[in-house]
């Protein structure tokens, strides 16, 4: 079954770049979108088609996809960006496939 | 904007049947580019889908929760409702609705992802 790999945590000091993996087969022929979700909140998509900001989303956010691995980078990090991220895609065997998420720390 | 709004019992039993029902606040429900979708989160773990339900009628559902699971969708209610039975103690968690969008667009096909969420709703099993 298709299953999507991400790192459990990531830390960044303010201001630098954030850099969050989601790894799995042939991924880049899947169209990878990613959530950002804080405590105690619904998650809310920052990126989608594995590169497109929807509207309201920081330009800081950006994402990219390659062979098996899809990234999430967010340039000059800032507090409110600590959350956990999750990286999505669909797979027409599975269907809809969650990786395990990424809790990204801003310290 | 659509809002989306769970609702349920908080607490139920080991066996019982899990049933949540999700109501949407536009007409969006009928959409043929959208498919609605149960999410849940236990606590302090990640997102799993559990599936989803067009307005047309066809539903797909994970293969791992598939023989317990049936959603199903009331578009004259603007409702779509979860049915999970024979629960135990790991169906514990935070069940989301979720609207689904398809991306289509000048290449075709650009894959799906969840645009709406509900607040969530926690459902302990004990």
């Known amino acids: 079954s298709f299953e999507l790999t991400q790192p459990p945590s990531v830390s960044v000091s303010p201001g630098q770049t954030a850099t969050i993996t989601c790894s799995g087969d042939?991924?880049?022929?899947?169209?990878t979108a990613w959530y950002q979700q804080k405590p105690g909140q619904s998650p809310v998509v920052v990126m989608y088609q594995d590169e497109k900001r929807p509207s309201g989303v920081p330009e800081r956010f950006s994402g990219s996809s390659s062979e098996n691995t899809a990234t999430l980078t967010i340039s000059g990090t800032q507090p409110m960006d600590e959350a956990d991220y999750y990286c999505q895609a669909w797979d027409s065997s599975t269907d809809v496939v969650f990786g395990g998420g990424t809790k990204l720390t801003v310290l | 904007q659509v809002q989306l709004r769970e609702s349920g019992p908080g607490l139920m039993k080991p066996s019982e049947t899990l049933s949540l029902t999700c109501t949407v606040s536009d007409d969006s429900i009928t959409h043929d580019g959208y498919f609605w979708a149960w999410i849940r989160q236990p606590p302090g773990k990640g997102l799993e889908w559990i599936g989803s339900?067009?307005?047309?009628?066809?539903?797909y559902y994970n293969p791992s929760l598939k023989s317990r699971v049936i959603i199903s969708i009331d578009t004259s209610k603007k409702q779509f409702s979860l049915k999970l039975n024979s629960a135990t103690a790991a169906d514990t968690a935070v069940y989301f609705c979720?609207?689904?969008?398809?991306?289509?667009?000048?290449?075709?096909?650009?894959?799906?992802?969840?645009?709406?969420w509900g607040l969530g709703t926690l459902v302990t099993v004990s």
């Open positions: 979720a609207r689904r969008y398809r991306v289509t667009g000048n290449t075709g096909f650009g894959g799906y992802y969840f645009d709406s």
């Open positions: 339900v067009h307005h047309i009628g066809s539903s």
């Open positions: 042939e991924l880049e022929k899947k169209y």
